[in-house]
């Protein structure tokens, strides 16, 4: 386990003193700070057993950056770290400002939901397919179902060289293009909607898609490393290197830097965890508060309901949000892929909780990561929010690190709760693995059982203060540097 300190501990988001009368750094509370060690222990070793390049994860809970971190490198030849700042394509995350943005005209009267999208678009005379359907709307491009093909007519998702259209030819290319469904009949993800519904801020707002968010979203919000467009500027720097996925020898290759130009609505967004955190932070604001902050808190809550489900059941769309269900709860967010990169944002509103990560190889499965950060440390939350004045545990850190293990993998030690417990990784499920211990003697402790009964012991053998190895069922568990 990387014990380097935590690139960013606890940060309040400049954007708004926090408004819920909690404690201003739920990240202290002793609690969350276990929980957090879990999730860096986890986070650190599935991104070294999956050869990840780089990874940046954020955890907000209301106006709070609990935690964010980068493991790994964002640009491995010049073994730079990757860390909170550093700036990924976060590609179909772009699609969430662009709801926005048309969500803000739909709400200046500019623009009806139900509009035909060829109202605004004069130029939108794709072959309509099925004559019997019903108009493509604005409403169908937000939630997928205008039954449009998934990409404009060119190949920018072909390797090696990701060359993406100018907006005019993707215009041109519309005419030469067919629907694939019937709208408001079916699902299906596309990238040229969203294209669509950027070129309609352009069209109803006066002035270009990327100046208008700059100006209307980005600017307001303080989202200073969030750009329309994967920056040029810092190729090389800030922005990180993308990389493949990985052969069958396991090698993965840097990918030409690409920008995506014409398709920059659905894809072409580049940001940082940081900023995200903000753009999250903000959503939970105005929710709390109602009223209006770029938005309508109506429209929000709006664009976070289910408005379209498929004829299958299995798929629900908000207004630009992914929506889903799990353990009886509802998660709103989205996900980007694009060459060399991966990325999701997840948001719990219920709870004010939201994760971040952002990947800088192909292959990753970003969401995970979310999915992971937010089992974790959401039940710890709440135990903070119950009891905030818990007393800080006693110093576990003798134990704390990475042991080897002769099956593959590793064993993590961690703090947890007013003890340690050890977790096998890499684990897709680390919350299930987790084998928490209660101290029983000098160095000696036992494992606790699901109905709360003692089992067995783990010895460790500590020379000159330092650990050396555990025991566990007779056998030895070598601590690794």
């Known amino acids: 386990m990387d014990l380097r300190p935590t690139i960013v501990s606890v940060f309040l988001l400049s954007l708004a003193a926090n408004v819920s009368g909690e404690s201003p750094k739920i990240g202290d509370h002793p609690r969350v700070k276990t ?54 394509s976060i590609c179909s995350i772009s699609k969430l400002f662009t709801a926005t943005a048309v969500l803000q005209l739909r709400d200046a009267g500019k623009l009806r939901l139900d509009d035909p999208v060829v109202e ?23 939630t997928h179902s205008a039954g449009l093909p998934r990409e404009s007519d060119h190949p920018y998702w072909t390797f090696p060289d990701f060359e993406f259209p100018i907006r ?17 009949r079916y699902f299906q ?36 490393d969030t750009t329309p467009e994967i920056p040029k500027k810092h190729e090389g720097g800030r922005f990180a290197t993308g990389y493949s996925g990985r052969s069958r020898e396991g090698a993965r290759i840097p990918l030409v830097f690409f920008q995506t130009r014409g398709i920059a609505p ?7 965890v940081e900023d995200l955190a903000r753009f999250a932070s903000w959503q939970f604001r105005l929710l709390e508060r109602g009223g209006e902050e770029i938005l309508k808190a109506s429209t929000l809550r709006e664009m976070h309901r289910v408005h379209w489900v498929d004829p299958d059941w299995k798929t ?51 969401e995970t990561f979310t999915r992971i950060a937010y089992e974790i440390v959401a039940p710890a939350l709440q135990e903070a929010r119950e009891s905030p004045d818990t007393p800080a545990p006693p110093d576990m850190t003798l134990y704390t690190g990475r042991y080897g293990s002769g099956f593959g993998g590793e064993i993590a ?66 601590k690794l540097p």
Request: aromatic share 8%; proline share 5%.
């Open 120 to 142: 605004h678009l004069p130029w939108f005379d794709i072959e309509q397919t099925y004559q019997d359907t019903s108009p493509i709307t604005i409403r169908g491009l937000l």
């Open 316 to 366: 629900t769309w908000g207004l630009g949000y992914s929506i889903t269900r799990r353990d009886d709860k509802t998660f709103v967010g989205h996900g980007g892929s694009c060459p060399g990169f991966r990325s999701h944002l997840l948001l719990r509103p219920e709870e004010r909780l939201a994760a971040i990560v952002m990947t800088n190889a192909v292959d990753v499965d970003a």
């Open 189 to 224: 993800y596309s990238n040229l909607g969203l294209t669509l519904a950027g070129e309609t801020v352009a069209a109803v707002s006066g002035v270009p898609y990327a100046a208008y968010v700059e100006r209307h979203l980005l600017e307001p919000l303080g989202m200073a």
């Open 35 to 88: 929980a957090i060690g879990l999730l860096e222990a986890w986070a650190d070793a599935k991104r070294a057993y999956e050869d990840i390049p780089g990874v940046s994860i954020a955890v907000v809970h209301d106006q709070e950056l609990v935690w964010a971190r980068g493991f790994g490198q964002a640009h491995r030849d010049a073994k730079v770290p990757a860390a909170t700042d550093t700036i990924y």
């Open 168 to 184: 005019e030819e993707v215009i041109e290319r519309i005419s030469h293009q067919k629907t694939l469904y019937p709208a408001e």
């Open 266 to 272: 659905a894809a072409g967004f580049a940001s940082t």
């Open 413 to 478: 030690v961690v703090p947890w709760k007013d003890t340690i417990a050890v977790v096998q990784l890499p684990s897709d499920d680390p919350m299930e693995r987790l084998v928490e211990l209660k101290t029983v003697g000098e160095h000696v402790f036992r494992r606790i059982r699901d109905d709360g009964e003692l089992g067995e012991e783990i010895v460790f053998d500590v020379v000159n203060e330092m650990v050396t190895r555990f025991t566990r069922h007779n056998n030895h568990y070598p």
